[in-house]
């Protein structure tokens, strides 16, 4: 009975999961021109450098100086961008390796 319950209940947590991870992409994801505007908008952060990425993905870094919050951004070529990660305390390096420091 104990097995039976465990399933039920570790099944649930898996359609749970799934729906979120459905929402989460979805929500993360509209026409490049929307996604640069909000950044803009909601945290003041501009384009700061571009690459490209795996199947021929528009890779961009954006990031505010007033408040420090970063994102990263991927366009894909029909033109959908979708956020890949964002945080806060950006800083720019100068890329000067010290001694001892991980490489």
């Known amino acids: 009975m104990q097995k039976l319950l465990f399933a039920l209940s570790l099944g649930f947590g898996v359609v749970i999961m799934m729906a979120q991870h459905s929402t989460a992409q979805t929500r993360n994801c509209a026409t ?16 700061r450098s571009i690459g490209l990425g795996q199947n021929n993905g528009v890779v961009e870094l ?4 007033n408040t420090g919050t970063w994102t990263i951004l991927v366009t894909l070529p029909n033109g959908m961008s979708c956020l ?6 950006f800083e720019f390096t100068d890329n000067t390796v010290q001694r001892g420091a991980p490489t």
């Open 62 to 65: 954006y990031t505010s100086d």
């Open 32 to 47: 490049r021109g929307k996604v640069v505007e909000s950044l803009n908008d909601q945290y003041g952060e501009t384009r």
């Open 84 to 89: 890949m990660a964002a945080g806060d305390a």
